[in-house]
């Protein structure tokens, strides 16, 4: 993918973000969904140089991380980068800014799972962040019908879309739009797998 400094491309891209300690199936499975669902042209995986909301024991390295997102892209539609180190930003709204901004043609959706919705409230500048960018709720096992009763998803009721049109008019309406992506909700978890690897939280 070219870089940093960003281009004038023409695409839409669905960005998902994460610690991808260790990167799994259901990351891809939330990927080609979000793909097939919202007509995206590529998605990226963000691996995270550091979560605020995450402790730093039990995490890998990131050059473990990025490897681990690149064993389940493609590299062509599905694509793993380290952009987010490259431009030192930790806080998602910071990403999303310099990406709209390297990047002023492309339209860009946040990809989420429910769970993040739930907590989206404790993300920093979280309501500048869906009204300047789309946001694809992806459900999670146990955790959409409490993200779609929750602070987040009342605040924004009002501009919730039908996944077909949520890049409708993508860059020029006052307030973004957010839908709940149907798919089958993938039992895949990092925790888990850290777990059978012996890796203790």
Known sequence: MRHAHGDGRRARIGLLGGSFNPAHAGHRHVAERALR???????????SPGNPLKPRRGMAPFAERLASARSIADGRRI???????????????ATLALLHRRFPRACFVLLIGADNL??????????????????????????TRRALSGQAARALARHRKRPGALLDGCGTSRHAGWSLV????????????????????
């Open 118 to 143: 739930f907590q989206l409230p404790r993300w920093k500048g979280w309501r500048a962040l869906a009204r300047g960018t789309p946001l694809a709720v992806l459900p999670r096992p146990g955790e």
């Open 37 to 47: 669902a919202l007509r995206l042209d590529q998605v990226w995986l963000l691996v």
């Open 182 to 201: 149907p798919a089958r909700e993938h039992p895949a978890s990092a925790t888990a797998i850290r777990r059978a690897a012996g890796r203790v939280l």
């Open 79 to 93: 694509i793993a980068t380290d952009i987010e180190a490259r431009l030192g930003t930790r806080f998602t709204v």
